[in-house]
């Protein structure tokens, strides 16, 4: 029997649903019945009512899915699966909020204390501001607070910049099957290159042995020579799309029956054209006609060097991914990883020198001294930009931010200067949060919205209300702000306040503002 104090989270309107699970029961009984006929004739009806079923089981699994919270715990029921979770197992409650195309997705996690992690089916969000579900995630905090014992107060909120998102594993195997791909393509490089060498070396066959060789499978043809030999053309199928194949057919059977050319070739050539066709180690390589000559296209070496830098380039992407989580392995999986464009940037300025190069010099990239001193410049170039991408993307904690004595308050000889920062909160101060900027120096702090000169809208921050209370880094909960800022926390008056700013920047504002630093940081 369920208490007073039980939440129980069920999706609404549940009519359209039913109907569907009754659609789905429909069509699989139409299905059975006209199937077990006897002799019936095979009809539309099967397919349409077999269509019908997945419909109908996915809606009896939304119909069938609960969850309720009690005093015993976390009780998650779906069409297959019942699953109970006391609230002493039961670490922290976390939000998951992402942004699509549709709106803000939100959902809930939660976090056991031998660390797994369960995702809860219900509730979930389609948007930021949803009064159902914040009221229920409310509920489900007071229920563990009350009946367990949570880590902490904090709501962690996980976005997919946070520590907390995904996995290591997927981007790892991802950076793993594109550099098998790059090796394919870089092992058939030696082989394409000489079938490319003996191409452009053959000469035509001896006069003797193409009049030998006249009136057999073109197939049987050629070998290390170019056999020539004359055909009518007998119909031609061009594609209807660019990518879809157009074939030449000849007129007998003779050299071969067809073969694949592109769509313009085959809209220009006419049935009864005659044409030599070119033979080369069994395959047709050029198609000469009085309107139109048609030449095969042999595959390049520098194409597939080129591909395999291209693929190479490609995994380190998800490289700097596994990179930038395991260097913020030890963080909250709140707080918001740095960026990975650095590395973007690395691997595009890397991308405009090894392109060309393995271009035009699949085969000779260690022994063609241009290419070895291209390589060398191009790879100092790029060890440069993957250093200094790796001391941007660096995690600086609070107690790493600046020192006091490093940050230089800002006095009447330097005159005013702004700041980029941003109170997260709507204040007297900083109405509907219209502050960009906070300006120091000449006169009393002041929000601004605009980087100066002037002091034009600005609203006078009243320092005599604040007090920090720690600083921090950027978390999913925040409102976007870039990821390489901290936030202090300050309470104004009894209300809590967020201003988030540049390390060093914000470390020069809390000084100017005259608020104590804290001393230790909120990382866990």
């Known amino acids: ?21 009754g659609l789905g029961a429909v069509g699989a009984g139409v299905a059975v019945a006209r199937l077990a006929r006897p002799g019936s004739p095979l009809d539309v009806w099967p397919v349409v009512g077999l269509a019908l079923v997945p419909v109908g089981l996915m809606a009896l699994h939304w119909v069938t899915v609960c969850v309720r919270g009690d005093a015993y715990g ?7 699966r019942r699953r109970s979770v006391p609230w002493s197992d039961v670490a922290d409650l976390r939000v998951h909020r992402y942004e699509t195309r549709r709106g803000t997705l939100r959902y809930v996690s939660v976090l056991l204390r031998d660390g797994r992690r369960r995702r809860l089916p219900l509730p979930r969000s389609g948007s930021s501001s949803d009064a159902d579900f914040d009221a229920k995630l409310d509920a489900l905090r007071a229920l563990l ?10 709501l962690p909120v996980i976005t997919r910049d946070s520590a907390g998102h995904g ?6 195997a991802l950076c793993v099957l594109l550099l098998v791909g790059a090796g394919a393509f870089a092992w058939s490089v030696p082989g394409v290159a000489a079938e490319e060498r003996a191409w452009r070396s053959a000469v035509p066959c001896a006069a003797e042995a193409s009049a030998a060789k006249r009136g057999e499978d073109g197939r049987e043809l050629g070998g290390d020579c170019l056999s020539t030999l004359p055909a009518v053309i007998e119909r031609t199928d061009a594609g209807r799309a660019p990518r879809e194949k157009s074939w030449l057919y000849f007129a007998g059977g003779r050299p071969l029956e067809r073969v694949d050319v592109s769509r313009e070739a085959a809209l220009e050539f006419r049935p009864g054209d005659r044409v030599e066709v070119t033979v080369w180690r069994g395959d047709v390589w050029k198609v000469a006609g009085e309107r139109h000559v048609w030449r095969a296209s042999p595959a390049s070496a520098g194409g597939q060097a080129v591909a395999a830098a291209v693929l190479a380039l490609s995994a380190g992407y998800p490289a700097a991914l596994t990179l930038l989580r395991l260097r913020g392995r030890r963080l909250p999986d709140d707080e918001v990883l740095p960026s990975a464009l650095p590395f973007v940037g690395v691997l595009v300025v890397t991308a405009l020198w090894l392109l060309p190069l393995c271009g035009l010099y699949p085969t000779s990239l260690f022994t063609s001294s241009t290419a070895v001193v291209w390589g060398a410049v191009g790879s100092s170039v790029t060890v440069v930009l993957t250093v200094l991408a790796w001391r941007a993307t660096r995690i600086r904690t609070p107690e790493g931010a600046g ?22 909160e709507h204040t ?21 919205p605009h980087s100066g000169p002037g002091r034009f809208a600005a609203r006078r921050i009243p320092v005599e209300r604040l ?58």
């Open 1 to 21: 029997m369920s208490g007073a104090e039980d939440v129980i989270c069920r999706l609404p309107g549940k009519r359209l649903p039913w109907f569907l699970v």
């Open 74 to 80: 976390l009780h998650c029921r779906t069409l297959l």
């Open 145 to 154: 607070h009350r009946h367990g014992a949570p880590e902490s107060d904090h």
């Open 167 to 172: 996995s290591r594993v997927r981007p790892l």
């Open 403 to 424: 020192t006091p004595e490093d940050a230089g308050a800002p006095g009447t000889k330097e005159g005013e200067v702004f700041l980029a920062a941003r109170f997260l």
């Open 428 to 448: 007297d101060y900083n109405p509907h949060g219209f502050g960009t900027h906070i300006v120091l120096g000449d006169g009393e702090p002041a929000v601004v």
């Open 467 to 524: 007090t920090l209370t720690k600083v921090r880094r950027v978390r999913g909960g925040d409102d976007i702000v870039p990821n390489d800022w901290h936030v202090a926390e300050l309470d104004d008056g009894g209300r809590p306040v967020r201003l988030a700013a540049a390390p060093d920047d914000l470390i020069r504002i809390i000084r100017g503002l005259g608020l104590a630093a804290p001393v230790e940081s909120s990382r866990t």
